[in-house]
């Protein structure tokens, strides 16, 4: 008899989430409602670039972004590895510029949102990250140099109407950089103060307007986001937002037993921290350490909030004026990725090293020990069932 009860109350519990009306507590409730895109604050205005909101500088900044011209090879651009159909990142599970890079591209959706950029945080600031590919030997593979004569030949005048008048570049070499080959270096070194400022301030106006492009680029609402809404105000979901009881069960391990709502909360689905959670490396690639190494990266970029380049007073560098230098958990920390949409975009982590959602949940599960480091990740008993829903759920946040 005390089995027969048991089996109709769980036909009740099926019968009613079928309907659209699960039962979650008042805390479950709320804390679903926390992680809806309607919750997301206004985008706040970057004091550190004043050209971010700029409609003109986010024209030229999308032009750049797509344009192959600002590669050393002519065949490479942003979108190479931010297609604008894949979620602004591609298929691979390391991205291939001039060369394979070691790293997983990232979605640029909200991305404008973050304090850190890329897997590691090695940059403080988008238009800086939006820098760092350009002259990366993997990825654009060019020099600054070049790319401040480039962008006078083919954009003077837009550049002028944004940003002023472009300096004297007569003297200054084609090719020069000091992150560039040893000829490039030279060239470098044998500039002067004032034209290393110059080109340095034309790179850094090329990043600016990368970056008023970038913060165009925000999430959209998903089928989860509609049913957290009529959750939220007790209404009937549409039949096509209402989850299944596959779905809700998912949902409810993610707020609950499986724990992942403790980094990937908030309407972006993640709380923009750095974890080491056991990922093992990937066979034949260079050593990667993640934000173990990137601290001095940021910290002695030339474009940080700290440098010349910044707009604003240096009231807006908190992040990197309390920066955690040096402590164990940055061994091997990659950065949270936002959830939204990721049942779309396989490969996952931050070199690829999952092909699917399922060994995602299972890599959690299990928890293995990290190559380096200590993972914060604890084994999870979950069942079949459980992981599996789990994985139906997170399909929801893609539509």
């Known amino acids: ?27 479950e409730k709320k804390t679903i409602a926390s992680l809806a895109l309607n919750t997301l604050p206004a985008l706040k205005p970057d004091t550190t670039n004043r050209f971010a909101d700029v409609p003109a500088a986010a024209a030229l900044g999308s032009t750049l972004f797509f344009d192959q011209g600002m590669s050393r090879d002519g065949n490479v651009s942003c979108s190479t590895c931010h ?8 298929d691979l599970p390391q991205s291939v510029g001039v060369g394979r890079t070691n790293r997983r591209s990232m979605p640029l959706a909200g991305i404008a949102r973050n304090p850190w950029f890329f897997w590691d945080g090695r940059r403080d600031s988008l238009w800086a990250q939006a820098l760092t590919p350009l002259e990366n030997p993997l990825e654009q593979a060019g020099n600054r140099a070049a790319f401040a004569h480039y962008i006078q030949k083919r954009f003077g005048e837009r550049y002028e109407r944004i940003f002023g008048p472009l300096p004297d570049l007569s003297a200054v070499p084609a090719n020069a950089s ?10 470098w070194k044998a500039m002067t103060a004032a034209q290393m400022d110059d080109v340095n301030r034309v790179f850094s106006n090329i990043g600016k307007a ?29 039949a096509d937002d209402a989850f299944s009881p596959e779905e ?8 609950g037993k499986a724990n992942c709502v403790t980094c990937h909360n908030g309407p972006r ?30 910290q002695a970029d030339p474009f940080n909030c700290f440098g010349a380049f910044r707009d604003g ?17 940055l061994m091997r920390a990659y950065k949270t990725p936002s959830l939204r949409g990721a049942a779309t975009r396989p490969p996952y982590m931050h070199a690829g090293q999952f092909s699917s959602l399922e060994e995602v949940v299972a890599h959690y599960a299990k928890a293995e020990a ?30």
């Open 248 to 255: 809700m069960l998912g949902l409810k391990l993610f707020i």
């Open 178 to 187: 000091p992150l560039g080959n040893e000829a490039e270096q030279a060239a």
């Open 210 to 238: 990368i970056a008023a492009f970038e913060r165009s680029v925000e999430p959209a609402q998903t089928r989860f986001d509609r049913f957290a809404i009529d959750l939220a105000s007790g209404a009937k979901p549409k």
């Open 313 to 329: 007073d240096a009231g807006a560098c908190g992040e990197l004026r309390f920066i955690v230098k040096a402590a164990p958990e």
């Open 1 to 27: 008899m005390n089995g027969l009860l048991r089996l109709l109350a769980l036909a009740a519990v099926v019968l009613v989430a079928g309907c659209g009306k699960p039962d979650f507590s008042d805390a």
């Open 83 to 90: 297609k604008i159909d894949w979620q602004f990142q591609d």
């Open 370 to 399: 990290a190559v380096e480091g200590t993972s914060e990740v604890h084994p999870l008993q979950l069942s079949d069932r459980e992981r599996a829903a789990l994985v139906a759920f997170l399909k929801t946040l893609s539509d």
């Open 269 to 298: 689905f993640t709380d923009n921290a750095f974890h080491n959670t056991g990922v093992p490396p990937v066979r034949d690639l260079p050593l990667d350490r993640g934000r173990f190494d990137a601290v001095a990266q940021v």
